[in-house]
């Protein structure tokens, strides 16, 4: 299957600042997701990235707060922006669709954000 | 709306135990549901299951799907310490939507 890469792996941040956090997919894949998980969480689908437009976020997320961007079919990025404490969580990238990866959705190793 | 519920959230097992995790779901347009575990940070693909009936094996972890009931089961068998993790179960609905997942199971083996 495809392999993603995401970086930082992790990070420790100021409150009111923000973080830009990069996925990069091996091959080329039709769907790019971000997620977040709170500690002792499931998982909780941010928005879809969506190549050359504007990302779709679910519920309770908004774009001036997340930020997405997706120039291209292996690449995107997601900011965290005016970081409070509760945005620690760790940030998880997740694809699928392309010749390497078939029906299944897979990860990134994940970004472990904390807000002080 | 979409939702996948696991049971039980949490269980504590003794090394060598074999331990049955339940996934049910509700989902319009089923496409697959999908087993992960969960160490650290990344979820880990173990099964995807489209038809009913069918058992899917590797080692000592199994999974079938019952797509009249609505549910999946994971079986691990023999235990060990190193399976410790939250085990999601997830629903892919049809076309380019992602995963819905539920809460995940959390197990501890003890030695």
Known sequence: S???????SRDICQRGTSLTIQCQVDSQVTMMFWYRQQPGQSLTLIAT??????????SGFVID???????????????????SPEDSSIYLCSAYGGERSYNEQFFGPGTRLTVL | EDKVVQSPLSLVVHEGD??????????TNFRSLLWYKQ????????????SSGIEKKSGRLSSILDKKELFSILNI???????????LCAVSPRGNTPLVFGKGTR???IA
């Not at chain 1, 495809?2 to 930082?8: D, G, N, T």
């Not at chain 2, 160490?39 to 489209?50: S, V």
């Open chain 1, 2 to 8: 495809a392999v993603i890469s995401q970086k930082p």
């Open chain 2, 107 to 109: 197990l501890s083996v």
């Open chain 2, 77 to 87: 068998t023999a235990t060990q310490t190193g399976d410790s993790a939250v085990y």
């Open chain 2, 39 to 50: 160490e650290k940070k990344a979820p880990t693909f173990l099964f995807m299951l489209t």
């Open chain 1, 65 to 83: 707060k997340f930020p997405i961007s997706r120039p291209n079919l292996t690449f995107s990025t997601l900011t965290v922006s005016n970081m």
């Open chain 1, 49 to 58: 990235a969506n190549q050359g437009s504007e990302a779709t976020y679910e």
């Open chain 2, 18 to 27: 074999t331990v049955t995790l339940n996934c049910s779901y509700e989902v």
